[in-house]
């Protein structure tokens, strides 16, 4: 079969044609038929992201496949089914903490590189293996969408951290870095899950503009001016006082105090998760006053990544039309074309644009 080889980082992927990979027992062999590439895929194939993933490798986080073959442990995946595979594999062993793997793209901690040595290879291929428990069934889903499709791996991660907060119906929430290529999502993900204002805030105009004209007055724009205070007090009248809910999805360039800003802006009983990159290559930490948690007994957490039963509910609000993908920019390439495709991922990674591989696709023939 034919996938995208990192060789090294630093250097570009090549095409090349690798040995069809083999399902074992717990696990489902699917044909890829597209995958999504993030827009910072440049960064981690270049190295900058520092991430764990051991070259040579197979990059590519999770796509929709078709299954070609199932173990005897699945009890109702059927070759042929349309399935979304989930990059986020856990260890089997330990229900409790289980180690984590981003197969083909990133890992947490020992436990999780080990795992992400035998579930190495990624979606930028032909075929790919995944465990049974990752393949989500897509149901009734017209091939001609898998493209859209393909790219619910970006809202994927806005809805884990909205379901770590417990969001509500009818509450408010703020998105920090809501005009990025993940701010965005959580933005449009917030709303399907019942938010009655979501406030935006952002140093683009343009970019707020457009989130306000595609989602109407739900949406509350705020432009950033720097001033800690005076954002704080511009957020919080955006959202017409403190707001329940803060989801921090800025990238790792971006300053703690803008994180430390958005966060100071929720009620008493308030939640805060960060989900996003800032201070992964170094720089101060957040510095939340103990006191202001304290006293207004704010919760704080991490998220990285979602539980599996995410999918399947993110899956269902797509299919309800709460959460509609109709609309998002969509750019497909060939497998062959790997290189166009990661460099217009990094060129084009603003909110609801998509840059998508087909990797059963063949391009025509020269005359």
């Not at 920090?176 to 959580?186: K, L, P």
């Not at 290559?281 to 006191?291: E, H, K, R």
Request: with cysteine; net charge neutral.
């Amino acid at each position: 079969m034919r996938a995208a080889m990192l060789e090294q980082f630093g250097r570009p992927l090549t095409v090349t044609t690798v040995p069809d990979p083999e399902a074992g027992p717990g696990e489902v062999l699917v044909d890829v038929l597209a995958t999504c590439v993030l827009p910072y895929a440049a960064e981690v194939f270049g190295g900058a992201r520092k991430y764990p993933l051991e070259p040579p490798v197979i990059p590519g986080m999770g796509g929709v496949g078709r299954v070609v073959s199932a173990g005897p442990d699945a009890t109702r995946l059927r070759p042929g089914d349309l399935v979304w595979c989930d990059p986020t594999v856990r260890s089997r062993d330990d229900a409790r903490t289980p180690d984590i793997t981003l197969q083909g793209w990133s890992s947490r901690g020992p436990g999780g590189l080990r795992l992400s040595r035998y579930f190495h290879h990624g979606s930028f291929a032909e075929r790919m293996v995944v465990p049974t428990e990752n393949a989500v069934p897509l149901g009734d889903v017209d091939t001609g969408d898998v493209a859209r499709w393909a790219a619910l791996a970006v809202p994927l991660v806005p809805y884990g951290g909205l379901l770590a907060a417990d969001l509500r119906a009818g509450e408010r929430l703020l998105v920090s870095g809501a005009t990025g290529n993940f701010g965005g999502a959580a933005v449009a993900v917030g709303l399907a899950m019942g938010a009655s204002r979501v406030v935006a805030p952002g140093r683009n105009r343009a970019a707020l503009t457009r989130l306000r004209d595609r989602f109407g007055d739900r949406v509350a724009p705020v432009e950033l001016t720097g001033d800690e205070e005076v954002d704080r007090q511009a957020m919080q009248a955006a959202g017409g006082g403190p707001v329940d809910v803060v989801l921090d999805m800025l990238p790792p360039a971006a300053d703690t105090r803008v994180v430390r800003t958005a966060a100071m802006t929720v009620r008493e009983f308030g939640r805060v998760v960060l989900m996003g990159g800032v201070g992964m290559l170094g720089g101060p930490d957040l510095a939340l006053p103990y006191p202001w948690l304290m006293r207004n007994s704010v919760t704080v957490r991490g998220q990285w990544m979602c539980p599996r039963t995410a999918v399947g509910g993110l899956i269902e609000l797509v299919r309800c039309g709460l959460l509609d993908l109709s609309k998002e920019t969509v750019t497909t390439f060939g497998l062959d074309r790997i290189a166009a495709a990661v460099e217009h991922a990094a060129a084009h990674p603003a909110a609801f644009d998509r840059t998508v591989v087909l990797p059963q696709r063949r391009s025509p023939l020269p005359e």
